[in-house]
């Protein structure tokens, strides 16, 4: 890609050299958007017969339609991730590793972080119960801050899919994005008829949007000049604001996120375009040491950010509502005013968080003699791992589940032992890693 120092890799497979600065930087900013969203959104609220309820205040805006449209930056995660993705694989298969030792790695990547979050909920949230919390303001703060694992699943789900996806991508690019495409498109069609088979599209929708981002690894839109992505971007928005105008989707994107449906790949392709398109001005940025530097911290506890944010504003929140603190009504100035402030005091908790668990997000160390796990043991560490997160997303996080998750999450990682020698030899080198690339 031009500017930058991540030059795309050729189809044939071969390895690109270095970390993209850029992408780095635009997830990291994806990232803080999301945090900064949140802290938005979450308003419980304690009424006087002692019952508590949770408002999406942003939700209830009428101009919060039209931001979402914009902000609606999940898409754009999942084009990076193909980005780096296929990269890694590509990396990977240069040094004669395979699709079950890249799938290892990148269970174990996300795995482990995302097991202590369960494990220290778990313990905690039976702890308050213990201490006499009204076990509705349990359930609640258990279910809002289960909501990241949502992204964990389909995450996982499309980087699982990597070797494969890269196969068929090397074959028939553009039959593959199309194939994707139409199942998508055929899974919307039924999905009111038969609700549960929409989230089928958790696993076709963001491997289509992933698919995105082995056109951009392989430089498809750095060929393209600046008049065609603006092209791009205007013709894609333009069939969104199609699609819903006819009432085909909603003009909600945050409602056609779960579960996730055609609108969403519109966006990813607009994104992905306007992701080319300032990429110039996100390599002089991202050139800048200071900004690099933060950008390498911050990138490399990515994953413990983003699982761990919603259970501390949850936590945060639920604390809030039993003290005398004031609490000022959803959606007033007031209410509006204590958002920095809400920002701030998540920030200050999860410093100490990112400190004591961030450093289960670094590669595990492989002895020169390491070899992968059988596959038997790595697709059943999958299997073990998506059981929990399914129940989840289809019937809400409860206590319970939290400490099934907890088990399961740490049987996964036994199972997947350690990285292999040759998976850790294709990854970066840490000093251009930010490891928002899981």
């Known amino acids: 890609m031009e500017g930058s120092s991540q030059r795309p890799g050729p189809v044939d497979g071969t390895a690109a050299p270095e970390r993209d600065l850029a992408i780095d930087l635009a997830r990291f ?51 990076t991730g193909g980005i780096t993705g296929l990269q890694s694989w590509r990396r990977m298969q240069a040094r004669g590793g395979t699709g079950y030792e890249f799938a290892q790695t990148r269970l174990l990547r ?65 039959l593959t994005l199309g194939a994707l495409a139409a199942l998508v498109i055929t899974v919307d069609c039924f999905r009111g008829a038969m609700p549960l088979l929409a989230y089928v599209n958790m696993l076709f929708l963001w491997c289509a949007v992933q698919q995105l981002g082995f056109f951009m690894a392989d430089g498809f839109l750095a060929r393209r000049s600046k008049s065609w992505l603006v092209g791009l971007i205007a013709a894609s928005n333009l069939l969104l604001l199609i699609v819903t105008g006819l009432g085909l989707y909603r003009d909600n994107m945050l409602v056609n996120l779960n579960p996730p449906n055609f609108c969403l790949l519109l966006l990813g392709v607009s994104q992905a375009a306007t992701l080319q398109l300032f990429r110039p001005g996100l390599d002089r940025i991202a050139a800048v040491p200071w900004f690099r530097t933060a950008v390498a911290v911050v990138g490399r506890r990515a994953m413990t950010v983003y699982l761990w944010h919603l259970p501390l504003l949850a936590a945060m929140a639920g604390l809030l509502l039993l003290t005398d603190f004031p609490k000022p009504a959803s959606a007033t100035a007031a209410w509006w005013w204590s958002r920095p402030l809400v920002l701030l005091g998540v920030i200050a908790l999860l410093l100490p968080v990112v400190a004591l668990f961030g450093r289960l997000e670094e590669r595990p160390t492989a002895a020169a003699h390491s070899r992968g796990r059988p596959p038997a043991a790595v697709l059943t560490a999958a299997v073990v791992v998506f059981i929990p997160v399914a129940d989840a997303a289809f019937n809400g996080l409860t206590l319970a589940l939290l400490g099934g998750g907890a088990a399961c999450f740490a049987l996964a990682v036994l199972l997947l032992g350690r990285v292999p020698a040759r998976a850790t030899e294709a990854l970066p080198a840490r000093s251009l890693s930010a490891n928002v690339e899981p």
């Open 29 to 79: 900013v994806c990232l803080a958007l999301v945090v900064v969203g949140h802290c938005m959104m979450a308003s419980p609220v304690l009424h006087a017969d002692g019952t508590v309820t949770t408002e999406n205040t942003l939700a209830e805006q009428d101009w919060f339609e039209l931001i979402i449209w914009i902000f609606m930056v999940m898409p754009l995660f999942f084009v």
């Open 110 to 174: 996300l795995v482990r972080p995302a097991a202590a979050l369960l494990a220290v909920m778990f313990a905690a949230l039976w702890a308050a119960l213990l201490l006499g919390v009204d076990p509705q303001v349990v359930e609640l703060t258990a279910s809002g801050a289960g909501m990241p694992l949502w992204f964990l699943a389909a995450y996982l789900a499309a980087q699982l899919n990597v070797p494969l996806l890269a196969r068929l991508h090397r074959r028939a690019p553009w």
